[in-house]
T-cell receptor
Framework: DADVTQTPRNRITKTGKRIMLECSQT?????MYWYRQDPGLGLRLIYY???????NKGEISDGYSVSRQAQAKFSLSLESAIPNQTALYFC???????????FGPGTRLTVL | GQQVMQIPQYQHVQEGEDFTTYCNSS?????IQWYKQRPGGHPVFLIQ?????EVKKQKRLTFQFGEAKKNSSLHITATQTTDVGTYFC??????????FGTGTRLKVLA
């Protein structure tokens, strides 16, 4: 089984809809991250969490919110989806000594 | 804000040729990581560099961190078709969150 899982893997939704992307990990890592990937722009950080009570905005947090329900779960929500949020979304985890980040398989989101 | 420039954006090479991608920052970095993303896949960690002037090797891959800790490079010797993918650098200035470069997409022609 994969250590970092993301659901759904693909999602098509309409403008204005609320959508939640979920990330779960079995690695026991304390740090979790949400990134979005757009062609030619690399990966950009949306939110990050160092533990359940510590959540921080990344460089592109507008239009997104997150919830760290447990150490193993970190959800990303789009309260009212818009077409320019169409992208590939990755969750990542990290543990001491905070070197390698482990990425999930990604969620491809299309907003029509 | 912090900016990360990665060049080139694309590179097509003949199998057996060498390949280099460069990462440049406007600020001094604490450390830098390199990741590889295969087509349709997710980023996979390759290495982390911490010290000024550091050079590390992994088989055909050589990673360097600049003396001023503002740039880094990844060099692949004698590319193979298995090297195909996008290579990203990820930089941090000590805040423990990473800024990724725009990536270099490598295509290897057999």
């Amino acid at each position: 089984d994969a250590d970092v899982t993301q659901t759904p893997r693909n999602r098509i939704t309409k403008t204005g809809k609320r959508i939640m992307l979920e990330c779960s990990q079995t690695k026991g890592h304390d740090r979790m991250y949400w990134y979005r990937q757009d062609p030619g722009l690399g990966l950009r950080l949306i939110y990050y969490s160092f533990d359940v009570k510590d959540i921080n905005k990344g460089e592109i947090s507008d239009g997104y919110s997150v919830s760290r329900q447990a150490q193993a779960k970190f959800s990303l929500s789009l309260e009212s989806a818009i077409p320019n949020q169409t992208a590939l979304y990755f969750c990542a985890t990290q543990a001491r000594p905070y070197n390698e980040q482990f990425f999930g398989p990604g969620t491809r989101l299309t907003v029509l | 804000g912090q900016q990360v420039m990665q060049i080139p954006q694309y590179q097509h090479v003949q199998e057996g040729e060498d390949f280099t991608t460069y990462c440049n920052s406007s600020t001094t970095l604490s450390n830098i990581q390199w990741y590889k993303q295969r087509p349709g896949g997710h980023p996979v960690f390759l290495i982390q560099l911490v010290k000024s002037g550091e050079v590390k090797k992994q088989k055909r891959l050589t990673f360097q961190f600049g003396e001023a800790k503002k740039n880094s490079s990844l060099h692949i010797t004698a590319t193979q078709t298995t090297d195909v993918g996008t290579y990203f650098c990820a930089e941090t200035s000590g805040t423990y969150k990473y800024i990724f470069g725009t990536g270099t997409r490598l295509k290897v022609l057999a």
